[in-house]
């Protein structure tokens, strides 16, 4: 059974760092693309950043370019999203998902999602 769990999230000051991980179970992620998602309350999920397993393109939200950074391990089992300079708008339910081969924004795309894991960005 293919599974997604994500962790490291947390309770961080403004201006701190997170790692989120993402560590898939039953498939390893050589043809799929892994995109992280956020919600916050009240408000829909969005996209984050996404990277393609397979040719390693890599894409990121605006509001979260040159602060987040998405990268996978050498052995394609886990995704990681470096988080710096948070900001309390960055604050939400963390969730990361796969598809088939290549990054989509659209969140109908994605097959398998994991549990998510909270992030709360405060003073």
């Known amino acids: 059974q293919l599974q997604l769990v994500e962790s490291g999230g947390g309770l961080v000051q403004p201006g701190g760092s997170l790692r989120l991980s993402c560590a898939a179970s039953?498939?390893?992620?050589?043809?799929?693309?892994i995109g992280w998602f956020r919600q916050a309350p009240g408000k829909e999920r969005e996209g984050v950043s996404c990277i393609s397993t397979k040719n390693g393109s890599q894409y990121y939200a605006d509001s979260v370019k040159g602060r987040f950074t998405i990268s996978r391990d050498n052995a394609k089992t886990t995704v990681y999203l470096q988080m710096n300079s948070l900001k309390p708008e960055d604050t939400g339910v963390y969730y990361c998902?796969?598809?088939?081969?290549?990054?989509?924004?659209?969140?109908?795309?994605?097959?398998?999602w994991g549990q998510g894991t909270q992030v709360t960005v405060s003073s």
């Open positions: 039953g498939f390893t992620l050589d043809y799929y693309a």
């Open positions: 998902a796969a598809r088939v081969e290549f990054c989509s924004p659209f969140l109908v795309d994605y097959h398998y």
